[in-house]
């Protein structure tokens, strides 16, 4: 509803009747429990109420809170809608818009979805889908994702947050329900709209502030919105389920239940990928999914030494993160051939409940080397490659899965990168110049369009000519150029001291009156040629070359980031770009869209775990991309 900024009217203070009566209509409509106060001299509001109403009151909407009109136009018939938006603050923090009232319904603002979880149902989804939610897509029924059973509350007419499965426990999307999901028995084969997106992370009042300052990014995990267990179960879940069955568009996809060969078969034959594999229903005990998580981390370190054997640790950069080294290595390897194995082979069913343990256990047996962190994140790193149970392992069929851009790597340790058709591209950027209107005299002596667009080297030659037509050249010094009135007027600032000394001298030198007509007397354009692409190819577009930026950046505590933009100008693509940075250093990503880029063009940023300056520079001069057009910014530095 806010991909286009709304008109705000000016903010006035709320005042105590009618903050009482929005935090009330909250409490009633999303059916919270008020707390009862316990102590003896708990006091009383004018009501008569307890301060147990009161605290919950301020947790809803904070004292000093302010509110304001609004106007905005939504749909593709540009449906104008009115509203109120409050305005509160947590903590002394920023003030943000908390909650949004539009046709008499209170709907919370992600920060408040943030400040207080559990205020309504959520729903997940995969993070592609989150993505083109953020666009103004609504959420499919087959995109309803850990469920079901979904939560209780989730009935038609609802407002819900949504979370990817990617990062289950924070909500980034508010939106309403379009048919009854509680009584949903099965999403596969599902047809039709299931949530309507009203507001998200990134939206117009996500980012709107009284001081212009941009939104504030989410946590990177809360509580209170789901467990902790659960969470690397979503996570594992998600990397297991195939995008195919959780797109945005209302069709059908069958399972492929057929096998793909992968190196280090030792001669088994493959079977064909459209022969028909029968399998009956197994019956797994915990051991058994030990074992195959075991073994999926085996088959992982064997495929890497037959596949990357001159590579320095065989392609694996250390240290490997918790949730690189379950996406990349662990979940393309278990054998999960139905959705009965799928729903078995997870992380809670095995002795170890949680990725971390599962680590601890393999270090024990000395298969690799791990370290917990400040944070209490365990991260390997080193492997031993020369372990028996890993040179030893005989590789096993595994099942086949479309390679998805929420997976880094498929079974045969190929990235998704294969149908990148950016990598070996030729780029050449091209700086075109088109004359102002105060210069078009210089080109009738030449017959040229000052409408065009010239490279600097052409207009040289232009330039020189109508000096010649107009005998400004000095005969006594070729290398000084009179000046005229049409030139006095179009290139020379009277109030400048050297122009005024210039024009009263009457002449400059010819190559800095060519300079300057050049530099100061024509737009400035670019285009983006790509490898036999000629400038009548492409449109030019106006301005200076655009650069791809790079920032450093800590998040939540010690921890860097690396953000990557500004790629579509260099026909980058931001998400198989992403898949292979995934691999290359071993890390999570995610792409999402640029805080304050166009809704209708969007830019997308990559956020990378760690400082990977250097990898990101090696994956885009792969590309094409020079290192001259990467800007670098280290905002992990502090300021002396």
């Known amino acids: 509803m806010f991909k286009k900024k ?35 001299n708990e006091q009383e509001d004018g ?83 989150v993505e083109k939610m953020r666009g103004g897509a609504d959420l499919m029924t087959p995109g309803l994702t850990l469920g079901p059973p979904f939560p209780a509350k989730a009935t038609k007419g609802a407002i819900v947050a949504i979370a990817s499965y990617e990062n289950p426990s924070v909500p980034v999307i508010v939106g309403e329900c379009e048919i009854d999901v509680a009584s949903l028995a099965t999403v596969r084969g599902s047809k039709g709209h299931a949530v309507r997106g009203l507001h998200w992370h990134g939206d ?18 809360l509580t209170g919105w789901y467990e902790d267990h659960d969470i690397e179960n979503a996570e594992l879940r998600a990397a297991q389920t195939g995008v195919e069955d959780l797109n945005m568009k209302d069709s059908d996809n069958d399972e492929d239940d057929g096998g793909i060969p992968v190196n ?17 229903k197994r019956e797994w005990t915990t051991k058994d ?113 479309e390679t998805s851009s929420t997976n880094g790597t498929n079974a045969g340790g190929d990235s998704s990168t294969d149908k990148d058709n950016s990598i070996g591209q030729t780029l050449k950027r091209v700086q075109l110049l088109r004359p102002k209107e105060k210069i078009a005299p210089i080109f009738a002596p030449s017959s040229a369009d000052s409408r065009s667009l010239y490279l600097p080297t052409e207009l040289r030659p232009i330039i020189t000519a109508y000096l010649e037509s107009e005998s400004l050249i000095s005969p006594q010094n070729k290398r000084i150029a009179r000046i005229n009135p049409i030139l006095a007027n179009a290139v020379f600032d009277p109030s400048s001291a050297v122009d005024k000394e210039a024009l009263a001298k009457g002449s400059v030198p010819r190559d800095v009156l060519i300079e300057r007509i050049i530099s100061h007397c024509c737009a400035p354009f670019y285009t983006i040629l790509r490898n036999n692409e000629t400038r009548d190819d492409v449109k030019p577009k106006s301005g200076t070359p655009p650069n791809i930026k790079i920032t450093h950046e800590t998040r939540t505590g010690s921890k860097t980031a690396t953000k990557i933009s500004g790629l579509e100008a260099y026909y980058v693509q931001p998400t198989a770009l992403a898949d292979e940075l995934q691999k290359s250093c071993a890390s999570s990503t995610s792409v999402n869209q640029l805080v304050g880029s166009s809704p209708k063009n969007p830019v997308m ?30 905002k992990t530095k502090k300021k002396k």
């Open 264 to 280: 280090g078969m030792n001669g088994q034959e493959a079977e064909s990928e459209h022969e028909e594999v029968q399998r009956e």
């Open 605 to 634: 940023e990559i956020m990378v775990q760690g400082p990977q300056r250097d990898a990101v520079v090696k994956a885009l001069e792969k590309r094409g991309v020079r290192k001259e057009w990467v800007e670098f910014l280290d």
């Open 204 to 221: 117009e009042i996500w980012s709107w502030s009284r001081n212009s300052r941009p939104g504030t990014d989410p946590p990177d995990r």
């Open 289 to 401: 999914v030990d074992r195959a998580f075991r073994n999926a981390f085996l088959y992982a370190m064997h495929n890497a030494i037959e596949t990357r054997k001159s590579e320095l640790n065989h392609g694996i950069e250390f240290p490997v993160q918790q949730s690189a080294f379950i996406s990349t290595y662990i979940l393309p390897y278990l054998p999960a051939f139905t959705p009965d194995d799928s729903a078995n082979l997870q992380l809670k069913k095995t002795s170890w409940k949680n990725v971390k343990k599962f680590i601890k256990v393999l270090d024990k047996e000395k298969l690799l080397k791990s370290k917990e962190r400040n944070g209490g994140e365990t991260v390997i790193l080193d492997v031993d490659f020369q372990d028996a149970a890993i040179t030893g392992f005989v590789p096993f069929r595994l099942p086949r899965k």
């Open 47 to 129: 009501e008569g109420q307890s301060s147990g109403i009161g605290a919950l009151r301020n947790s809803l909407l904070p004292e000093g809170a302010l509110s304001a009109k609004f106007t905005t136009t939504v749909g593709q018939g540009l449906k104008t809608v009115h509203g109120v938006i409050y305005v509160g603050a947590y903590d002394g923090q920023e003030p943000r818009v908390l909650w949004v009232k539009q046709e008499e319904k209170l709907v919370p603002t992600v920060y408040t979805l943030w400040r207080l979880p559990g205020i309504i149902p959520l729903l997940h989804t995969i993070g592609i889908v």
């Open 6 to 40: 709304p008109n705000i009217k000016n903010l006035a203070p709320l005042r105590s009747s009618d903050r009482r009566k929005v935090t009330d209509q909250i409490i009633s409509d999303y059916q919270i429990q008020v707390p009862k106060g316990t102590e003896s």
